[in-house]
């Protein structure tokens, strides 16, 4: 079985599934949770991938897991051709021109070529007791972590450690990449069939902070969460409740009331959306 993306479906990965042929409808192995994916490449509908049979698979660890296999593919090929792979990075700078210098003044941008000097990787290699996502090393053993953060970015550990750290933040808005908001159903003869779906007005609060991220430029400090991880406070800038309701999915969706109730208030409302990224 292959893996999504698999050796060929590097192809696939770099053409889109909408460009996909018949002959690439074979199983695939969703880099989010491991199970089962198929193209769905019909002539009325839009192409697209489908988990074989439905699992609480997270976008998270599909993001991690693509943004980490494109640092290590691109950063190999980089020194097997012995090309550059640089980063930019600010440095202060300072002002003398007084007695009371050198004092800084502002910040600017310094850029290093990698491959100069960390010629050794390895993914996920335990360095004693910590395990970044991918250890850089030079000859002499000098050391570079490199985080791939989607949500979750560098722990104290890895920060207290000593060790220099890039850290890629990966933002789905500014790689265009929508994410689809359904409420948390329980099925029976599942393990999860005995869950409390969410209530309306927490899942309303979701769908706010949702249309938030999609219209304004902000950043997860500018929502407050408790110690749970729970969401608490919404920034203070002006959102179309009635336009936050409305269903997220994709535009294809057959069955828009699969995890809604004819008696209760639905969560989400089946009417389009244009949305501009």
């Known amino acids: 079985m292959a893996r999504a993306i698999?050796?060929?479906?590097?192809?696939i990965y770099k053409r889109g599934v909408s460009d996909s042929l018949l002959e690439d409808r074979k199983d695939y192995e969703c880099l989010g949770c491991g199970n089962v994916l198929r193209p769905v490449l019909g002539k009325l509908r839009?192409?697209?991938?489908?988990h074989k049979i439905d699992?609480?698979?997270?976008l998270e660890t599909y993001l991690h897991r693509i943004g980490k296999k494109l640092f290590i593919d691109t950063y190999n090929k980089c020194l097997q051709k012995k090309l550059e792979y640089i980063i930019e990075y600010e440095v202060p700078t300072?002002?003398?021109?007084c007695e009371h210098g050198p004092c800084e003044k502002d910040k600017k941008l310094a850029?290093?070529?990698?491959?100069k000097a960390f010629v050794f990787l390895y993914e996920e290699k335990k360095d004693n007791e910590l395990a970044p996502d991918v250890l850089l090393k030079t000859k002499s053993g000098e050391k570079i972590y490199i985080e791939i953060a989607v949500t979750h970015q560098s722990s104290n550990d890895k920060i207290d450690s000593g060790v220099r750290i890039i850290e890629f933040l990966l933002k789905m808005k500014k790689f265009k990449?929508?994410?689809s908001l359904f409420s948390f159903t329980p099925i029976k003869g599942t393990k999860f069939e005995n869950l409390l779906p969410p209530s309306l007005s927490r899942y309303r609060k979701i769908q706010m902070a949702r249309e938030i991220i999609l219209q304004y430029d902000v950043e997860k400090a500018d929502?407050?969460?408790?110690?749970?991880?729970?969401?608490?406070?919404?920034?203070e800038v002006a959102v179309d409740i009635e336009e936050a309701k409305k269903t997220s999915g994709c535009a294809w969706c057959t069955r828009p009331f699969y995890n809604e109730k004819p008696t209760e208030e639905p969560y989400n409302i089946p009417i389009p959306r244009n949305i501009n990224l």
């Open 94 to 97: 300072f002002c003398d021109f």
């Open 223 to 235: 929502f407050l969460f408790d110690s749970n991880g729970n969401l608490q406070k919404l920034p």
């Open 177 to 179: 990449i929508l994410v």
């Open 111 to 115: 850029a290093y070529d990698l491959t």
């Open 6 to 11: 698999p050796s060929r479906q590097v192809d």
């Open 46 to 50: 839009n192409k697209h991938f489908r």
């Open 55 to 58: 699992h609480n698979c997270s």
